[in-house]
């Protein structure tokens, strides 16, 4: 089970940084990310890390955005720089089997998700 924490309003400019707990996936072949999600859209992922600390995030959010784990991989971080109101949606953390694609990989076990709201 994973559990998401740390969401919350901020202006633009401003930063946040959630955390999702949970047993550590640090299975090879697996890997750990962050998605989001607004109404009437489909859910993105944001940025993964593998087993292996392969990292990739989407083209938006590189330079804002650093994906990490401590040292058990037990827990996974998503620090937010710079945020915008584009960056406002619901946050999941998720974990599973990698894909060839970054947007297929991670996708077994979710969280219940963390809302980030950004203002201009």
């Known amino acids: 089970q994973l559990t998401e924490s740390g969401g919350g309003s901020v202006h633009t400019g401003g930063s946040l940084k959630l955390s999702c707990t949970g047993p550590g996936y640090s299975y090879r072949g697996y890997c750990m990310g962050w998605f989001r999600q607004t109404p009437g859209k489909e859910r993105e992922a944001v940025a993964t890390i593998s087993s292996v600390d392969k990292i990739e995030y989407i083209e938006s959010v590189k330079g804002r955005f650093t994906i990490s784990q401590d040292s058990t991989k037990d827990t996974l971080f998503l620090q937010m720089n710079s945020l915008t109101p584009e960056d406002t949606a619901v946050y999941y953390c998720?974990?599973?089997?990698?894909?060839?694609?970054?947007?297929?990989?991670?996708?077994?076990?979710w969280g219940q998700g963390t809302q980030v709201t950004v203002s201009s």
């Open positions: 998720a974990a599973g089997p990698e894909r060839r694609e970054m947007g297929d990989s991670c996708q077994g076990y």
